[in-house]
Nanobody, 120 residues
Framework: VQLQASGGGLVQAGGSLGLSCAAS????????MAWYRQAPGKQRELVAS???????NIADSVKGRFTISRDNTKNTVYLQMNSLKPEDTAVYYC???????????????WGQGTLVTVSS
């Protein structure tokens, strides 16, 4: 599975940005897709995730401001970011996983990362 993220850039505090990530390759068995972020000097953290069935999980720090969605027909996951704050500045990474084989082995995949900068 290959993940190609797009979007991101520079925005003023209070503004909005959208990210998208398209999966290609062995996409039939993809389960979860998600967005993680990593700010300078900090660990990578989960922002939001969505399963193939549409169940979502949103980090408390972005709840009410960020929305994750997924189009299974396009194998694409989206992250709509509203009311952005300077602390949202980070490199955002797309993630996908799938399980294969009799032992349900987990395969995890990462996109290349896209920088989001929120100015105050």
């Amino acid at each position: 599975v290959q993940l190609q993220a797009s979007g991101g850039g520079l925005v003023q505090a209070g503004g909005s940005l959208g990210l998208s990530c398209a999966a290609s390759g062995s996409v039939v068995s993809i389960n979860a897709m998600a967005w993680y972020r990593q700010a300078p000097g900090k660990q990578r953290e989960l922002v939001a995730s969505v399963t193939s069935g549409g169940s979502t999980n949103i980090a408390d720090s972005v709840k009410g401001r960020f929305t994750i969605s997924r189009d299974n027909t396009k194998n694409t996951v989206y992250l709509q970011m509203n009311s952005l704050k300077p602390e949202d500045t980070a490199v955002y990474y797309c993630y996908a996983d799938r399980r294969t084989g009799w032992n349900n082995l987990l395969h995890a995949y990462w996109g290349q990362g896209t920088l989001v900068t929120v100015s105050s």
